[in-house]
C-alpha cells in the first residue's frame, strides 16, 4: 500500500480531482534550501489532457452562451474565496519559489491577483470589451463572443498573478466565456493545486459548467505540443522561457492557432545627460532598488542601461556597483533560474563584456548568484547587438557607455521587440533634442514607453500595455495586462448580417442588455438603446 | 537595342518608375482568348525586393509620424485619379480577368474600389480607430500606431477592390499609416500598374514621403519568402490560394511576424425545410443568380449547401441543375483557375460525389467550365469530411441532402473555419427549433452568421466581419473588409507611462485633437477634450 508520500496528488478534470494516469511524478525544489518539497506531483501523460480537452470542450457548448454577469459571479467568489486563504496561499508560494512573503506575496501580488480577477469580473458584467458595433442601415452588427478552450502555461516568476489558474491570462480568458485548461508551472505546483481547490469550489457554489476550468501538471514535450495542436483547444496563453515558448508556438502556428506568448525582455532604460547632471545619485539608488527587486526576476526587469560618456556615468556605474556589491544577494525561483543566469552572464562576458561586479554562484545550498554588473561600450554593443541582448534574467544588468545619442540610436535600432524603454531625461529641456531622436526610435521597438520611472511596475489599467514587438511578444496588437484589452486576445469577431432581432446575442439587439454596455452604433459611441432599424 | 516589346515593364520604387533588375518578364493571359496581351512585366528578383523594402522602410520613418489628415489627403486625391481613370482601368481589368465590364467592373467593383479608399481616408482623419485609452489616475495612456511597411499580395478575383495597389489590405495599410510593397498579382499586372501610376502621382501631389508605395511583379518563391522574412517587413496582408499563403505563412511564423491571410471558404448555406416549402423556388433561383455571378470566382460565393431530404429538396435541386444547365459558363480568370477547377471537381467525385452536370472545360480556347453541380449525401459526406469540403473555386457547387438537423449540425462541427454561414428559414417559426441547433454550432466556424441571404455581398461596413476561423484566415479576430476595424491588423499597440504630455501623440494629449476623435478616458468613450491630470 502506497503512503501518502508516495501517491502524487490528483488533476482537476471537470470539477472533480481525479487520479492522475501516469504513474511518473516530480516534486518541486525549495530554492531556499535546494532541498526538494515533500508534496508528489503528477506528470500529466496524454491520457490526463486528452480528459482535459474533452472537458473543457464540452463546458465551452455552455460558456459561451452564458451572460457575462454569470461569469462575473463565478469571478468575484473565486476572488473571496481566494482571499480568505491569504496565509495559506502566501506559505506554500514563499515555500515553492522563496519570495518574500511580505510585502511581495502577501502585500503586493496577492492583492494584485484578486484584483486582476475582480476587474475581469467586471469586465464580463459589463459587457462593453465585447465591442459591440451595429450599421443600422446595412442591417449588420457584430461583436468578439468566445473563442473556445484556452490552455494557459504560466511562468515560474508570478506564483500568483500570472498563475495559470488564477493569474491574467487565466481571468481573460475566463471573462470572455472560455474554459481553461491550466497546466500549472512546475517550480510552483502546491501554490498551484490549492488555487485549484478554489476555483473548484467557487464553480460548484456559482454552478458553472463543471469543464470550465481544467488543471494538470508537467507534460512531456510531446504531449506538451499535442495539447497545443489538439482541434479541440482554440487558443494558447504562454508566459516563460523563449525556447520552450517558441517550440510550442511553431506547433499552434502549423495549425493556425493564435498563441500569445510573452517571451523575453530586456527593457532598455536611457539615462540621458542632464538627468544624471540633475539627479544622477538619486537615479542610480532608484535603479538599484527596481533591477534588485524580486532579484531581478521582472519580465520587465530593467536589464539594459544606455548612458553618453560622461562623469556622471562614471559616477553612476560606480554607486551601482558599490551597491549590487554590498546588497545581500536574493533567492532565485529555481536551480533552473541560477544556472541559466550563470550561463547568460558567461556569453555576455565570452562576448567580451566587463564584469564589474558578481557574475557567480553563491555557494551553498540556496539557489543564489552575486549581484551582477556588466559592462560594454557603445561601439562593442554594436558590433554583435544579438549577443550583447542576451537575457539575463535575475539579478544581473548590462550597462552600455556609448559616444553619443546617435550611437544610442543606432543600438535601439538594433534590439530585438522588448515589452518596455524608459528614458530619463532633466526637467530643464536641456535634453530634449536628445529624447525625441532615442524615443521615435525606441517606441518603434517597445510596447511601453516610460519617462523617468522605472519599468518593473505594471499597473493594471485599461491602457496599460504588456506586451510588445516579436519576441517580447508574438503578436503586437495585443496586451495580456489591462482589463478589458486582455480579453481579446482570447475572443472570435462575429458578424450577424441581417440576422433576425431574437436571433442576435443579447448585446447586439436594439435595447441595451445591461444599461451600461458600451456600443458603437453608426459610428457613435453609446450606452444607450436604439431604435428599431 | 530593344524594342518596346521586348523590353519589360519597370517597377516603382520610391516613387520613381525605375528598371527591373532581372532579364526575366512574363505575360499575362487573356482569358477570353486565351491569348497572351502583349505588355511584358518584369519577374522581381531580390534586388527589386530589397530596393522596394530598403524604400519602404525609409519612407517608414516619416509615414509613421505623419497626421492622418495628410494621410487622408493622399487617398483622397489617389480615389479621384481612379474615378478620372475609370474607362481606362476598366478596359485593362475586362482584357485581363474577363469580368464584364457593366455592371461588375464599372458599376459595382470599381465604386466599391473608390469608396473603400474615400472611407479609409475618412479613417485616417478621424483617428478613433486608434482606439486611444486614457488612464488619468494612473497617467497611462496608450493607442495603436502604425506598425511598419507591409506587403500586400492581392487575388485573382477582384482586379479592383483587393488589387494589392489600390484594394482593401492596401487602403488599410496606407491609412494606418504604414509604407506598402505591392506584389502585382500575376492575372492582371496591366492593371495594377495602371493603378501605381495614379499612386504615384498622388503621392507627388500630396507629398507624401516617396516611397509609402511600391509595386513589384511575380517572384520566385525563394525571393518571395526572403520579402517575408526580411526584418524591414513588419507584416503581411495576402488573399489568393491557399497552398501559396500557407508556405508564405509559414516564413512570416518562424520571424514572429503578423501574416493576414484569406485563404479558403466554401461558404455553408442551410435551407430550412419551411423556408423550402414557403418559397422554395424563389430561392433556388436566387441561389443561381449568387453561385454563378463572376463565375463563382468570390471568396464568399455559396459552394456547399445543406439541406434535409425531402420534396422541396429535390426540386430545389432539379431547379438548380436546369438552370445550371441551361445558363451559359462565364469565363473564369485564368487558365490556372481553370485547370484548378476541374481539378477540386474531380477530388469530388473520386470521392463520391454525384455531378449532376457540367464537371469538364468547355472546349475552345476561352478558360470556361461547365456550371456544375455535385450532389452528395450527409452520411456520405461525414464518411470523409476533409475531402468534401474541398473548395471548387468557381462556378461549381456541391450539394449535401442530410438525413435530419442533427446531421446538419455534424456536418457543421466537421467543417473547418469559414468566411460565412448562411441559414434559410420560413417567416411563421415552424424552422426555429432547427435554427437555434444549427446556428449555434455555425457560429463557431464562421466569421460572417446570414439569415435569408446570400453571402456573396460583403457590405463595406464598420460592422462587417471579411474574416473567420482558420483557414479561412489566419487569425479569428480581425476582419480584412469593414473599415475602420480592417486598419488594427497593420498597427501596433503603443501604451505610454508617465509620458510628458508635451511628448505624447496628439491623439493622447489632453486636448482633442480633432474635436471628433472617440477616446476612452477613464472608461468612458467621448470625443471632448480632458481637463489636466
Known amino acids: 500500500m502506497n503512503t501518502s508520500n508516495e501517491s502524487p496528488r490528483p488533476v482537476l478534470i471537470g470539477g472533480e480531482w481525479v487520479v492522475a494516469s501516469s504513474a511518473k511524478s516530480f516534486r ?20 490526463d489532457c486528452n480528459k482535459a480537452l474533452a472537458s473543457a470542450a464540452s463546458a465551452f457548448r455552455e460558456s459561451r452562451n452564458l451572460p457575462g454577469s454569470r461569469i462575473a459571479d463565478f469571478l ?18 514563499h515555500e515553492e519559489s522563496a519570495l518574500p ?20 469580473a467586471e469586465a464580463a458584467r459589463n459587457e462593453s470589451w465585447r465591442t459591440a458595433t451595429i450599421d443600422r442601415k446595412a442591417n449588420i452588427r457584430s461583436c468578439y463572443r468566445a473563442l473556445g478552450p484556452i490552455a494557459v502555461f504560466g511562468p515560474n516568476n508570478f506564483p500568483f ?10 481571468a481573460a480568458a475566463i471573462a470572455a466565456g472560455n474554459p481553461v485548461i491550466a497546466k500549472a508551472n512546475s517550480s510552483h505546483p502546491g501554490t498551484t493545486e490549492h488555487f485549484g481547490k478554489l476555483a473548484a ?22 504531449d506538451g505540443e499535442r495539447l497545443v495542436a489538439d482541434p479541440r483547444l482554440a487558443a494558447v496563453g504562454y508566459t516563460g522561457a523563449r525556447t520552450a515558448g517558441l517550440q510550442l ?3 499552434a502556428d502549423r495549425v493556425g492557432k493564435p498563441f500569445y506568448a510573452e517571451l523575453s525582455s530586456v527593457n532598455p532604460v536611457v539615462f540621458l545627460p542632464g538627468a544624471l547632471r540633475e539627479r544622477g545619485v538619486k537615479l542610480a539608488e532608484e535603479f538599484v532598488g527596481s533591477g534588485l527587486m524580486g532579484a531581478g526576476q521582472f519580465c520587465t526587469n530593467p536589464g539594459l542601461l544606455l548612458f553618453i560618456r560622461s562623469d556622471e556615468t562614471e559616477q553612476f556605474v560606480q554607486t551601482v556597483v558599490d551597491k549590487y556589491t554590498s546588497t545581500a544577494a536574493g533567492t532565485l525561483l529555481s536551480p533552473n533560474v541560477e544556472s541559466s543566469l550563470v550561463k547568460s552572464i558567461q556569453v555576455l562576458t565570452n562576448a567580451g563584456a566587463q564584469l564589474l561586479t558578481g557574475g557567480t554562484k553563491i555557494n551553498g545550498p540556496r539557489c543564489a548568484v552575486a549581484n551582477t554588473v556588466l559592462r560594454v561600450t557603445g561601439t562593442q554593443m554594436l558590433t554583435d547587438p544579438h549577443t550583447f541582448q542576451t537575457e539575463a534574467f535575475g539579478n544581473a544588468v548590462l550597462i552600455a557607455v556609448c559616444d553619443s545619442h546617435q550611437q544610442i ?13 524608459t528614458i530619463y531625461s532633466d526637467t530643464q529641456g536641456h535634453d530634449d533634442h536628445d529624447y525625441i531622436k532615442i524615443a521615435d526610435a525606441l517606441e518603434q521597438r517597445v510596447g511601453r514607453v516610460l519617462n523617468d520611472k522605472m519599468p518593473t511596475g505594471v499597473a493594471v489599467s485599461p491602457a496599460m500595455n504588456h506586451g510588445g514587438p516579436y ?59 436604439i431604435e428599431s432599424a
Open 161 to 170: 498573478a500570472f498563475n495559470s489558474i488564477a493569474g491574467g491570462d487565466f
Open 471 to 529: 519576441p517580447a511578444t508574438s503578436h503586437p496588437g495585443f496586451t495580456a495586462v489591462g482589463i478589458p484589452a486582455s480579453l481579446l486576445r482570447f475572443a472570435k469577431l462575429t458578424c450577424y448580417d441581417a440576422v433576425r432581432e431574437s436571433r442576435l446575442p443579447e448585446i447586439l439587439r436594439n435595447e441595451n442588455p445591461t444599461g451600461f454596455t458600451w456600443r458603437s452604433i453608426d459610428g457613435k459611441w453609446t450606452t444607450g438603446t
Open 76 to 93: 468575484d467568489d473565486y476572488a473571496k474565496r481566494i482571499e480568505g486563504e491569504k496565509d495559506a496561499l502566501v506559505a506554500l508560494a
Open 28 to 47: 518541486a525544489t525549495n530554492p531556499s534550501t535546494g532541498e526538494p518539497i515533500p508534496s508528489l506531483f503528477p506528470v500529466s501523460d496524454w491520457s
Open 101 to 120: 512573503k511580505s510585502p511581495r506575496l502577501a502585500d503586493v501580488e496577492l492583492p494584485r491577483t484578486i484584483n486582476q480577477l475582480r476587474l475581469a
Open 249 to 251: 508556438k511553431a506547433v
Open 201 to 222: 469550489a467557487a464553480l460548484r457554489a456559482t454552478g458553472m459548467p463543471e469543464g470550465l476550468v481544467q488543471l494538470i501538471y508537467r507534460t512531456s514535450h510531446e
Open 409 to 421: 540610436v543606432s543600438i535601439i535600432e538594433a534590439l530585438e521587440g522588448n515589452l518596455t524603454g
